[in-house]
């Protein structure tokens, strides 16, 4: 499974690492609401301040909250049209910062109405006084810029350019290009709003097939960010027998996959990518072949991938997978296991940067033992951390029989570790492993070289985890894991985390 929750990497359209073939076009999903003049790829900076002062509409008095103007659409297709003509980089990020500083909250009245809850507080006034206090104090917390956003959503096209501003944000905060409070309020509030517009009430489940739109095959194919689609074959394969593939929609953008869900229907809950794809996706399988569904006992899923950068955060891993388990039960009652096989991405930069501090504040390595780090030497040559750290970052270790096996048990160990150990504010470090303990899953099994690719060994090692999700205990699981930061897991991972702490120092 692909990163989920904050860190759940959307990758753009159309950008696919093969060609369509003839008599299929790739296809271009800038299309939208008020496209600028043809050709125009950059705007002049003056009139960006009267600009947005047009298009931001004030906030009305409280008492006549509900008795301003409709709001203007005309300004507010005009803001888009501006936006649009505006190159990436500086100019956007300069409009962005001046939206976000220069209309956001008045505080001046949220201090002023701050003191009159807390006065009608103290003087004990009757209840409706306080709440009405408490009335105004929300409506003035509320930023400018909210309306101005309001206004956007309700335009034709106008959810999709929000959800294309809120990626130029997410994008421009990752790379420091706008920092600062304004900016990060400002995201965290347009967040919520797309929160609110992509509930599950305005999402539709689609099954993808070989029979899909050629356009909707090309963007699954696209985003695709766990196990990169090679070609069409490849790609025929991941949507025929014994393969489900499933993502939301929204009913403003009918047909646009928001986050798309892989699916291998199996005999058992697989151990490796390899071993699975060869059944049904490597393997050369009859297009027609018909699926026998008395060996169809088990559900794997293997990728979810988010399409959209500016849907980060918003909820909808957690409840794409909930409503394809209820479909695969309806269609295929007899499956009994859902499980994922999950990448660890992020465990062997850990890794490497626990050696380099090590070796810092120690001088020495205390993550293997000493019989361990021996053999490590000998096949090497070299006894350094620096070595070791060497061997790690190059994929060709596991050319050598001596090397995975001598790193087979240490680093079986400290990978659980690092999915049941390390945390972050309580919670698991793993953004994968924590997107799956809050949805009630259980720790389930950790895989050895069970993703040998380039991109597998340079992640995790080679390594891969099984997430399995019992239905009947999910409730209970995640509520247990968000209240009291309680790991589920099962036996083999808890055993491999008691030999960390007992060959491991941290």
């Not at 904050?6 to 008599?23: D, K, Q, V």
């Not at 931001?56 to 003509?85: D, M, N, W």
């Not at 699916?263 to 018909?290: M, R």
Request: with cysteine.
């Amino acid at each position: 499974m692909s990163r989920l929750g904050p860190s759940l990497s959307a990758r753009p359209f159309l950008r696919g690492p093969w060609a369509a073939p003839r008599g299929l076009r790739r296809v271009s999903v800038a299309g939208g609401l008020c496209q600028g003049p043809a050709g125009s790829g950059s705007a002049p900076a003056a009139g960006m301040e009267e600009l947005l002062s047009r298009s931001v509409p004030p906030l009305p008095p409280y008492e006549t909250r509900e008795k301003a103007p409709p709001p203007a659409e005309l300004r507010s297709a005009e803001f888009v049209r501006y936006y649009r003509a505006l190159e990436a980089g500086p100019p956007r990020t300069e409009l962005l910062t001046r939206l976000a500083r220069d209309f956001g909250v008045d505080h001046g009245r949220v201090a002023e109405f701050s003191a009159k809850v807390l006065q009608a507080r103290e003087q004990q006034r009757e209840l409706g006084a306080l709440l009405q206090a408490e009335d105004r104090l929300r409506y003035y917390l509320s930023p400018q810029y909210r309306g101005l956003f309001q206004h956007l959503g309700r335009l034709e096209g106008g959810l999709r350019f929000l959800v294309e501003l809120r990626g130029d944000l997410v994008e421009g905060l990752a790379s420091k290009a706008v920092d600062g409070p304004h900016v990060k309020e400002m995201n965290g509030v347009l967040k919520n709003m797309l929160s609110e517009w992509f509930s599950t009430g305005f999402l539709n489940l689609e099954r993808v097939t070989w029979q899909s739109p050629c356009e909707v095959l090309q963007k699954i194919s696209d985003s695709e960010a766990v196990h990169p689609v090679r070609n069409w074959m490849d790609m025929k394969r991941r949507v025929g027998s014994y393969r489900r593939c499933y993502f939301f929609s929204h009913c403003a953008i009918p047909g646009e996959p928001l986050i798309v869900l892989h699916v291998a229907l199996t005999s058992d809950i697989s151990s490796n990518i390899q071993f699975l794809f060869s059944q049904a996706i490597v393997k050369e399988v009859p297009p027609l072949e018909t699926e026998d569904t008395d060996k169809i006992t088990t559900a794997i899923f293997y990728s979810i991938s988010l399409t959209q950068q500016g849907l980060q955060g918003v909820e909808l891993g957690t409840y794409l997978i909930k409503r394809v388990v209820k479909e695969l039960q309806k269609e295929l009652p007899q499956i009994k296991a859902f499980s994922t096989l999950s990448p660890i991405p992020g465990f062997t930069k850990w890794l490497v940067g626990l050696l380099s501090s090590q070796t810092k504040e120690l001088e020495r390595n205390e993550l293997f033992t000493e019989s361990e780090g021996q053999e490590i030497s000998e096949i090497t040559g070299d006894s350094t951390t620096e070595t070791l750290k060497k061997v790690l970052n190059n994929n060709e270790w596991v050319r050598s029989e001596k090397l995975v096996k001598v790193l087979h048990s240490p680093l079986m160990r400290l990978c659980a570790w690092y999915l049941y150990g390390e945390k972050h504010r309580g919670y698991a470090l793993n953004p994968v492993a924590n997107f799956h303990l809050q949805n009630g899953s259980v720790m389930w099994r950790i895989n050895w070289m069970a993703d040998t690719s380039p991109r597998g060994i340079a992640a995790s090692c080679g390594m891969m985890v099984n997430y399995r999700y019992f239905l009947e205990d999910t409730a209970s699981n995640s509520a247990a894991y968000l209240g009291t930061k309680h790991i589920k897991a099962s036996e083999q991972v808890l055993s491999l985390v008691s030999q960390f702490q007992q060959n491991s120092k941290l």
